[in-house]
């Protein structure tokens, strides 16, 4: 329970105080409390670590010459332009589904290479950061990132629709004639890079030959391997919980010390990837989505695209709102709210590598609830014997 609420036992209880508001909560109120601070709480951070970039949605702080922590904040970004205004908590929300996806994969393909460290956060950062900072952020390797962005579509939406529309092709790539917009790829799924380019430069699409122009071959060659191997994973996954991974966008970065490609940046995300709803899905029409093509929507209907010092009317940012909270959902077969008021984070620091992707349905039953605090995991599960009491 949060400190607020705890009662001395010699005190009455608030409904028996006259002078408590009608709203005071009994100490055994059994309502999950979401506990999460806000972007602009973190702020202060530049005070403590030294920044080392500030991008379109994440603020890099550097912990020592190895490692660094990424710090995921609420501003929105959409056709390479950082809108005015923020969309709330969606920082820890992208933070989070990025996390779970990082540990999992661990399992999942054990040759794959990440920089994700963990979601501890650093000695040194002072006690009234620790809140607001507690799920936007995560603990990273440092790498020489790679100046493309690793695109992989399996449908025929967005960007590469409109090229469609007009040459026929997709990132220079030909496309077979009469498709509609949002069919699947008759061919399976492409890798349609683009560049990576700075706060407020525009990307620019490539076709995949390009790329090795900008990056050695023998790296370009892997990152292509592994994206479409990534993509192929994470769509089999999203398909279990209903959602279609339409495509997704991927960064990486070397290991100079093992001459390794690294995965980078977040992963599967509402901001990196389109999602679809399988239940709606149906070729020939745009589709809805859990992810900012909401407010790429907007943009476009109100020839917005491209243009700086936007900011989104309220209703949109509320909208957008409700379509992370949808990916989050469907991502972790909880709310939220309801994550957000549990201990799950905590469950998540250290501990052995999922088999599964979604936490236990023991587990989240158990968390989601005030004050609880890591209890035993179901028997039989794979971490049941390597967890730390």
């Given amino acids: 329970m949060a400190p607020g609420n705890q009662m001395d036992p010699g005190n009455p209880r608030p409904q028996d105080d006259p002078k408590a508001p009608e709203s005071a909560a009994a100490p055994d109120d059994p309502t999950p409390q979401d506990t999460r601070g806000t972007a602009e709480d973190t702020r202060t951070l530049d005070q403590v670590l030294p ?19 990424l710090v995921a904040t609420d501003r929105i970004s959409a056709f390479d332009v950082v809108l005015e205004n923020d969309i709330p908590h969606k920082g820890d929300i992208l933070n989070v589904i990025a996390a779970r996806w990082f540990w999992w994969l661990q399992g999942k393909v054990p040759s794959l290479r990440t920089h994700f460290v963990c979601v501890d956060l650093p000695d040194g950062i ?9 799920h936007r952020s995560m603990v990273v390797k440092r790498m020489k990132v790679f100046p493309i962005e690793a695109i992989v579509r399996g449908y025929l939406a967005g960007s590469a629709w409109q090229e469609y529309k007009v040459h026929g092709t997709v990132n ?26 700075a706060v407020g430069e525009k990307d620019v699409n490539l076709h995949p030959s390009q790329v090795r122009d900008i990056i050695d071959q023998k ?13 192929s994973t994470g769509s089999d996954e999203a398909l279990k919980k209903k ?12 290991d100079e010390e093992t001459d390794e490609v690294v995965l980078i940046d977040e992963i599967f995300t509402p901001d990196s990837s389109r999602f679809w709803p399988v239940e709606t899905y149906k070729a ?9 093509q909401y407010v790429r929507d907007w943009l476009i209907k109100n020839k917005l695209k491209g243009v700086k010092g936007v900011t ?8 957008t709102q409700e379509k992370y909270a949808q990916a989050f959902q469907f991502m972790l077969s909880m709310t939220p709210e309801e994550y957000f008021a549990s201990d799950l984070w905590e469950y998540s620091l250290g501990k052995s590598v999922p088999v599964d992707f979604n936490f236990p349905e023991d587990l989240r039953g158990s968390l989601a609830q005030p004050g609880a ?17």
């Fill in 243 to 254: 959602v279609i991974l339409a495509d997704t966008k991927f960064e990486f970065g070397l």
């Fill in 172 to 197: 220079g790539l030909e496309m077979p004639a009469g498709m509609v917009e949002s069919q699947a790829l008759p061919g399976g799924p492409i890798y349609t890079p683009s560049t990576k380019g």
């Fill in 126 to 134: 002072p006690e009234h950061l620790r809140p607001p900072l507690r």
């Fill in 312 to 319: 989104l009317p309220e209703d949109v940012v509320k909208k």
């Fill in 284 to 292: 020939g029409k745009p589709m809805p989505s859990f992810d900012k």
């Fill in 219 to 231: 790296y370009a060659e892997q990152i292509e391997r592994i994206a479409l191997n990534l993509y």
């Fill in 373 to 389: 605090k890591n209890p035993p995991l179901p028997r039989g599960h794979p971490a049941a014997n390597t967890r730390e009491e």
């Fill in 51 to 69: 920044l080392v970039a500030r991008g379109k949605v994440r603020d890099i702080y550097e912990i020592d010459s190895k490692t660094l922590l």
